[in-house]
């Protein structure tokens, strides 16, 4: 059965300890990854997308990697405005599998 | 201000009413959705619009109802619901419908069925 999940569930960190978020997939035929970044009250809001295994991509503390059986979200030196519910998306054919998310709390 | 607005935010029904959720892009996107999201699940997809057509309906009870008047705008009208059904409904939209461009999701409306 093709699946997405997301580990752990929930992560609390020091602001500035970094950590990494997991998403693991038994899809097969995997046309691409994305990570959305979820804030209480709102909608996901795009934050990566990977193609192929080895891919990686960077925006501010966030760093997205890609293997074939999983990615990781690298968040280094974390702040509280980075508090929020990370959401790992699978795309294979023309659909979307999603995980339940990890959320994120950094305390200052 | 999100490219896509949903209306109302919130919203509180009983069994046996009947309301409308509102959506709508100003991005000039071709594909339209509607997602459930509940509490630690993953988000479940419930209709896709393309160019105003359905193109796909994930087994959703018919007590839900899509709208897709035009390309800009999607509704999702509600009838006799059960408690179950208490959830953020998300609205999105992206270019095509071929699940390989991000989506640009509203902020939702949060339904509470009593």
């Known amino acids: 059965e093709d699946q997405v999940t997301q580990s752990p569930e929930a992560l609390r960190l020091q602001e500035g300890e970094s950590s990494s978020l997991n998403c693991s997939y038994t899809?097969?035929?995997?046309?691409?990854l994305f990570w959305y970044r979820q804030d209480p009250g709102k909608g996901p809001e795009f934050l990566f997308t990977?193609?192929?295994?080895?891919e990686e991509k960077e925006k501010e503390r966030l760093k997205a990697t890609l293997t074939k059986k999983e990615s990781f979200l690298h968040i280094t030196a974390p702040k509280p405005e980075d508090s929020a519910t990370y959401l790992c998306?699978?795309?294979?054919?023309?659909?979307?599998?999603w995980g339940a998310g990890t959320k994120l709390i950094i305390k200052p | 201000e999100t490219g896509v607005t949903q209306t109302p935010r919130h919203l509180v029904m009983g069994m046996t009413n009947k309301k409308s959720l509102k959506c709508e892009q100003h991005?000039?996107?071709?594909?339209m959705y509607w997602y459930k999201q509940s509490a630690k699940k993953p988000l479940e997809l419930m209709f896709v619009y393309s160019l105003e057509e359905r193109v796909e309906n994930n087994s959703v009870p018919s007590r839900f109802s899509p709208e897709c008047p035009n390309s800009s705008h999607l509704f999702l009208h509600l009838h006799t619901l059960q408690p179950e059904d208490s959830a953020l409904y998300l609205c999105?939209?992206?270019?095509?419908?071929?699940?390989?461009?991000?989506?640009?999701f509203g902020n939702g409306t949060r339904l509470t069925v009593t």
């Open positions: 899809v097969s035929g995997l046309r691409g």
């Open positions: 990977l193609y192929s295994a080895g």
């Open positions: 991005l000039g996107h071709n594909a």
């Open positions: 998306a699978v795309q294979f054919n023309y659909q979307l599998i």
């Open positions: 999105a939209s992206s270019p095509s419908d071929r699940g390989d461009s991000p989506l640009h």
